[in-house]
């Protein structure tokens, strides 16, 4: 070939260095090129001094010699592209056998590294589907970390990178430790390396070594990244924890004196630790916080996911609070300030928590909870679809209740906007089937005691609007969407086997009750902005602050109108029991408040204010 090509040069068309390289390039050698890709040589034509080439989208391509010696880089048969072109096939079986070596070579043929993405263009779709070789490139890559020839990136878009010499994966993980320098990153190796601690640290003194590099690293992240800090020290002492020798000293750094130099951002930190370190960082805020650590850990509860609620709870009964605990609770669920999540704990663990609470208020609380977060940013359903899916949760919390509690019970789920018209059925399908005496107050087959003709509801401007708004409605939207139901329904045909038709009427029986029920619960209201309160004794529209008898934390409460209450402000109705308790009392009076069923607190008012804070009535929904 290269005498056939002295002409061109001694023409001047081309160079010895483009001869060379046009040596290679003889038909059936395969080629790459930075634009049309792989491809292979179809045939040479001297006569026009020109090369064509198959590309994969560009068949029969011809390019100058010259062009083609500067563009095309010559593959070799055992590449890995030019064995995929040979026999697919092959590399395949080579795949299924060998993944490790398959992608050792994958390597080697792109100069010792490649991501994911350059890998797949390699095997797919010659080799595999894209499926086939997602599923193949998961299970490839558990075994390249155990092999130790190969680098595996934490970032995805990042290259893996074959090494000469093997290195033990938990000696990698501890080294990608020592080079991070984001807190974040030296916890995600630290944790991975966890797993194999044994596989890693043969002598106590290497075991040390590495428990000091953790807590210096964590002091260093400390101000900035305190919650990965903590995490920190949760791994130094998992490190620690593997010899007597290595317990810290009494100057060492400890997940208590991180906690006590930010007492403010507990919520925060748990914020942002994973659930499966929980347990280490609340064990210890009863060092960090000796003289209130329970209320501490306590107000967690009013935002905190299921898996801290239950973590909190093991922690008092650890140290015999379990009742601290339970008096706790009952408080948020008789103030309804208990977080959906928090409900959504007890309601899974009830039989092992805490049982005496299962009852018709905590059923109440669940409801307040749900329509709170529906009129929040609060997108979680998970409290309400596990209402559902539990069979025995109903019956477990109104299987007891009092005739005028179920009654109660089932005034609230026919008017709470929480449910869709299917599931509300069948959460009320649910209680009649414990309280079967109350299915008239569903079908309407029978007039239900209702609020007192003439007896009087204050109430807000704003909790008035909204029910006007909710009656409206109902009128406008509802009422007329179930008799077009209705007409639907009846053109079905023989009303005995018609379940739409019946589901449709069972709904008007529940719009006319609710709709009657609105009606005389806003005729029976009168509205007010509680001006000009009333301050020398508690009054609608006044601030109630109180200290317990005993001593304590203060309380503050605001008795606000019949439909105004809101928990988790401190807002409660006038009709509401701390309401009733509170009503002409006056600064400076001694009273009994109720805690739970059985129980009362001795709380002193220390002061009376007027309401100011009209605006926000405005912005909450009933």
Known sequence: ?????????????????????????????????????????????????????????????????????????????????????????????????????????????????????????????????????????DSAKKKLKTDGHFLIPAKKGDPIVLQETAQNPHERLISQFREARHPKEQVSALDTAMKSLNDFAKEVDELRSLAAEVEEAAKR??????????????????????????????????????????????????????????????????????????????????????????????????????????????????????????????????????????????????????????????????????????????????????????????????????????????????????????????????DAPTEKKGESLVVSWASLQRRKEELEHIEKVLIPQNIRDIATARSYGDLRENFEFKSAKEQQAVLNRQKGELELMLGNARGTNFENTDTTQVSIGTVVTLEPASGGASETYSILGAWDSVPEKGWVSYLAGIGKALLGKKSGDTIELPADGKEMRAMKITSIAPFSDIDALGKVSA
């Open 1 to 137: 070939m290269s005498e056939d090509l002295n002409p061109y040069i001694e023409a001047g068309k081309i160079t010895a260095a483009h001869a060379e390289a046009l040596q290679k390039l003889t038909p059936g050698a395969f080629v790459t090129h930075r634009s049309w890709g792989f491809g292979k040589i179809a045939a040479w034509e001297l006569i026009t001094g020109q090369i064509t080439i198959d590309f994969g989208s560009k068949k029969g391509h011809p390019m100058q010699l010259q062009y083609a010696a500067d563009t095309l880089t010559f593959i070799p048969g055992e590449h890995i592209l030019a064995r995929t072109a040979n026999d697919a096939a092959a590399v395949k079986e080579h795949a299924l056998s060998d993944p490790v070596g398959l992608i050792r070579s994958i390597l080697a043929d792109h100069a010792g590294k490649a991501t994911a993405d350059e890998i797949a263009a390699t095997l797919v779709p010659a080799v595999f589907d894209a499926a086939g070789f997602k599923k193949w490139f």
């Open 221 to 446: 992240g400390g101000k900035v990244h305190l919650a990965k800090a903590i995490e920190l020290l949760v791994i130094r002492d998992e490190i620690c924890s593997r010899h007597d020798a290595l317990k810290p000293g009494p100057e060492a750094a400890s997940i208590a004196s991180f906690l006590a130099g930010s007492p403010s951002k507990l919520g925060e930190i748990f914020g942002e630790i994973p659930a499966a370190k929980y347990s280490k960082v609340l064990e210890a805020l009863p060092e960090a916080f000796p003289s209130d650590w329970e209320d501490r850990a306590l107000k967690l509860l009013r935002t905190s996911e299921p898996r801290l609620s239950g973590e909190t709870f093991k922690l008092f009964s650890s140290h015999d609070k379990r009742e601290a605990f339970a008096d706790h609770t009952r408080k948020l669920i008789r103030e309804r300030s208990a977080s959906s999540d928090f409900l959504l704990w007890l309601c899974k663990e009830r039989a092992k928590t805490l049982p005496e609470l299962v009852d018709e208020e905590l059923f109440a609380a669940i409801l307040a909870a749900m329509e709170t977060d529906l009129h929040s940013d609060i997108k979680s359903k998970r409290l309400e679809e596990y209402l559902f899916e539990d069979k025995e949760l109903v019956a477990d919390l109104l299987g007891k209740a009092e005739r005028d509690s179920a009654r109660q019970a089932i005034r609230k789920v026919m008017l709470s906007p929480v449910f869709a018209d299917l599931n509300r059925r069948s959460l009320l399908a649910r209680i009649l089937k414990v309280h079967p005496e109350l299915e008239s107050l569903v079908t309407g087959d029978h």
